[in-house]
């Protein structure tokens, strides 16, 4: 097992990669090799600041790192992360891990092949918070999730499913520990072609019901998830990383209820922070990583068929569809 620092390089520092430079930048187990971004001035801004090299081709850092934080848009994730793989090379990769799961099956099976470890970005698996409700979630049988958020101009480039609420299917899989076996949902597309918000009701073998919402329309940020299960209630505030456990409830007629609720205390910590070490632990130890590339193609596969069920449910309608983003868009003042 090697001591020596992994020197990695971020392919794409928008608002998300440039978290990701600073922090390999200042991480004991990583030399930041280089930044690359197809935009010149912002490769040449975040490499400076970080006093690395800057690139606007992945293919110039390929020979001069071991590993690889992909971070650019979803769409170029399959080019730049299988480009990496196959020089044999380590790859962090933010999820979605690809735009189809043909993609994202390939980039398993180069990995594979190759040798090397891929992990999905499904950052709040680092949330200690969510970690414990993985824990103390033994039998969900029913689970609400609701993630909604205002208005960011960054990843239209795919849908809700793939944007946000990916998010909560990846815990959702984790914790019921089985794919589901019916899939119902709907969504509306408010501002583009890609559904802005989405529900979808995920039917699970062993009864486990799973109610899902995701917007990005929203005129507040919330992200919670509520778990039901025979023996204890969860209630998990991700934004605030709180968790409410409630069990052991003892009723006897004629009385009031009563139960045990209590609230863990956990560490400050960084998420981003975190799952960067455990990719970085991961290159030098080999071991897998606690969200895999098969891990990132099962949440790629689920949140693909909510997508689908919301076109199904949308066709016909898409003149109306546009015909309403045009009304939107003539009402509102110049200039918003």
């Known amino acids: 097992m090697s001591e020596q620092p992994v020197r990695i390089a971020v392919v794409g520092v928008g608002y998300l990669g440039r978290f990701h430079a600073e922090k390999l930048a200042r991480l004991p187990g990583a030399e930041l090799v280089a930044v690359v971004d197809r935009d010149p001035a912002r490769a040449e801004e975040v490499g400076r600041r970080l ?4 690139y606007t081709d992945h293919q110039a850092v390929i020979a001069q790192v071991e590993a690889a934080s992909v971070v650019t848009p979803t769409v170029s994730h399959y080019q730049v992360a299988g480009d990496f793989l196959a ?13 189809t799961l043909e993609q994202a099956d390939r980039l398993v099976r180069l990995a594979r092949g190759e040798g090397r470890i891929l992990q999905v970005g499904h950052l709040e698996r680092f949330n200690p918070a969510v970690e414990e409700m993985l824990r103390l979630a033994r039998r969900p ?98 934004r605030k990383r709180r968790l409410l456990v409630v069990e052991g409830v003892e009723f006897r007629p004629g009385r009031k209820p009563r139960v045990k609720a209590q609230r863990p205390r956990f560490p400050k910590s960084d998420p981003l922070e975190r799952e960067l070490t455990d990719f970085l632990d991961c290159v030098r130890t080999r071991r897998r990583p606690r969200v895999s590339g098969e891990d990132g193609v099962r949440a790629l596969a689920v949140a693909l068929e909510v997508q689908r069920r919301v076109r199904e449910g949308l066709a016909g309608a898409e003149a109306l569809l546009e015909a309403s983003r045009s009304l939107v868009e003539a009402e509102l003042p110049q200039g918003e």
């Open 51 to 54: 006093g690395v090299a800057h």
């Open 87 to 99: 020089a044999g090379r380590d790859v962090f990769c933010e999820k979605p891990l690809a735009s």
């Open 141 to 238: 049988l029913f689970i609400e999730c609701n993630r909604i958020a205002p208005f960011k101009a960054r990843a239209t480039d795919v849908d809700v499913a793939l944007d946000l609420m990916i998010h909560d299917l990846d815990i959702i899989l984790a914790m019921v520990g089985a794919e589901p076996a019916e899939i119902r949902a709907v969504g509306v597309p408010v501002l583009g072609e890609h559904a802005d918000i989405v529900n979808a009701r995920l039917e699970f073998p062993g009864g486990c019901v799973a109610n899902v919402t995701a917007s990005r329309l929203a005129l507040k940020d919330e992200r919670k998830m509520r778990v039901f299960q025979p023996d204890a209630y969860l209630s998990l505030d991700f």
